[in-house]
C-alpha cells in the first residue's frame, strides 16, 4: 500500500519567508510525528499528534514553528520568517497503535534550503 | 529530560568484520527502544525491542536489550559496503500527551571493501 508522502521534496526559500511542508500519513495511522535533521546530526523531534490528544509541541524549536493536523490525517509544518539555521531535511512518520508496540513509517523527507 | 546517547561516533571498518554499536538511555516511562539505519533521507526501521535479555536477528544483523543497565547493542557481523550508512538509536517512552521517541546522534559506519 501507499506510505507516507511528503512535499515537496525540496524547497529553496529566502530568509524571513514563510514556508508550508506537507504529509500525508499512512491511512488509518493514529500518530503522527515530525522531525527534523540538520547536516550530520541525529534525528531531532519537533511535534507529534495521537489521535484527539492536544499534540506534544515539546519539541518545537520556537514559536516561528507550527504544526497542524486535520481531520486525523493530513498534517502541515509551517516555519514563519524562516532563517539560515531552520535549513535541514524535515521528516514526518505515522504509526499504528498496536497492542502496546508499533513501527514507525517514514516519509521520504523535505529538504528545506533557507538561502 | 529524555537522552539517548550512541557511541561511538563513527567507525570505518573493512568487509568481513563485525561491528557492535551501542545505545545508552535515561528515559522516564520507558516503552521500548529502536534501531533505525539511515543511508540517505529516511531511516529505515531495524528492530524494536522491548523486553531484556532478548535478542533480536536479521540477518546479519542483530541486538539485544539490557533494562538494568539502560542500554542497547546492535551488532553486524561479516559487513558488507551496502552496510554503510547512519545507525540510530530512539527510546519511546510514554508521557502525558502520548508515547514519544528521543534519538541518539547515531554511529557513521563505513564499511570499505
Known amino acids: 500500500g501507499a506510505g507516507v508522502s511528503q512535499s515537496p521534496s525540496n524547497k529553496v526559500t529566502e530568509k524571513g519567508k514563510d514556508v508550508e511542508l506537507r504529509c500525508d500519513p499512512i491511512s488509518g495511522h493514529t500518530a503522527l510525528y515530525w522531525y527534523r535533521q540538520s547536516l550530520g546530526q541525529g534525528l531531532e523531534f519537533l511535534i507529534y499528534f495521537q489521535g484527539n490528544s492536544a499534540p506534544d509541541k515539546s519539541g518545537l524549536p520556537s514559536d516561528r514553528f507550527s504544526a497542524e493536523r486535520t481531520g486525523g490525517s493530513v498534517s502541515t509544518l509551517t516555519i514563519q520568517r524562516t532563517q539560515q539555521e531552520d535549513s535541514a531535511v524535515y521528516l514526518c512518520?505515522?504509526?499504528?497503535?498496536?497492542?502496546?508496540?508499533?513501527?514507525?513509517?517514514f516519509g521520504p523527507g523535505t529538504r528545506l534550503t533557507v538561502t | 529530560e529524555d537522552k539517548v546517547v550512541q557511541s561511538p561516533l563513527s567507525l570505518v571498518v573493512h568487509e568481513g568484520d563485525t561491528v557492535t554499536l551501542n545505545c545508552s538511555y535515561e528515559v522516564t516511562n520507558f516503552r521500548s527502544l529502536l534501531w533505525y539505519k539511515q543511508e540517505k533521507k529516511a531511516p529505515t526501521f531495524l528492530f524494536m525491542l522491548t523486553s531484556s535479555g532478548i535478542e533480536k536477528k536479521s540477518g546479519r544483523l542483530s541486538s539485544i536489550l539490557d533494562k538494568k543497565e539502560l542500554s542497547s547493542i546492535l551488532n553486524i557481523t561479516a559487513t558488507q559496503t551496502g552496510d554503510s550508512a547512519i545507525y540510530l538509536c530512539a527510546v519511546e517512552a510514554r508521557k502525558a500527551a502520548g508515547n514519544k521517541l528521543t534519538f541518539g546522534g547515531g554511529t557513521r559506519v563505513l564499511v570499505k571493501p
Open positions: 512518520a505515522s504509526s499504528l497503535w498496536l497492542a502496546g508496540a508499533y513501527e514507525q513509517y
